[in-house]
């Protein structure tokens, strides 16, 4: 899932901030399952990375790592000295969606592509 600056609020990551800096209501979310979290400046490097190559084929742009939901929300709220609880509280599993979501990133890799942001960084990458 990419995120990044600037990104509509209805999307989780900058829904979650919003969450816990007061300005819209707390929801539940599919803390169980498991996604993959690219910037979204790591996706555009990806882009040109493969424009300027010669490869060919599908190429999958992702970190190629799994973050449980449940990590992400306790990373934000923990950016923001706030208690995760208020969106853990409502967790509900939302049945149809895959439990694990992670691309492979291997063969853009192998171009020498590399993500610069770590999901770690996410409250001064949001801007917060």
């Known amino acids: 899932m990419p995120y990044g600056k600037g990104e509509d609020t209805r999307r989780l990551v900058p829904a979650l901030f ?15 399952s498991y996604r993959d979290f690219l910037h979204v400046a ?11 190559s010669n490869a060919t084929g599908n190429h999958n742009i992702s970190s ?22 208020v969106v853990l509280g409502l967790s509900t599993e939302r049945p149809g969606e ?16 590399q993500p610069l942001y770590a999901l770690a960084d996410i409250a001064a990458i949001q801007g917060s």
Request: charged share 20%.
């Open 98 to 113: 895959p439990e694990m979501l992670i691309g492979d990133n291997t063969k853009l890799k192998a171009l020498g592509w």
């Open 64 to 85: 190629g790592r799994p973050t449980q939901i449940a990590d992400l929300v306790r990373l934000i709220a923990s950016s923001l000295n706030c208690d995760p609880d």
């Open 42 to 52: 790591d996706v555009a490097s990806g882009f040109v990375r493969l424009l300027l």
């Open 18 to 32: 919003d969450v816990f800096q007061g300005k819209r209501q707390p929801f539940g979310v599919n803390a169980s």
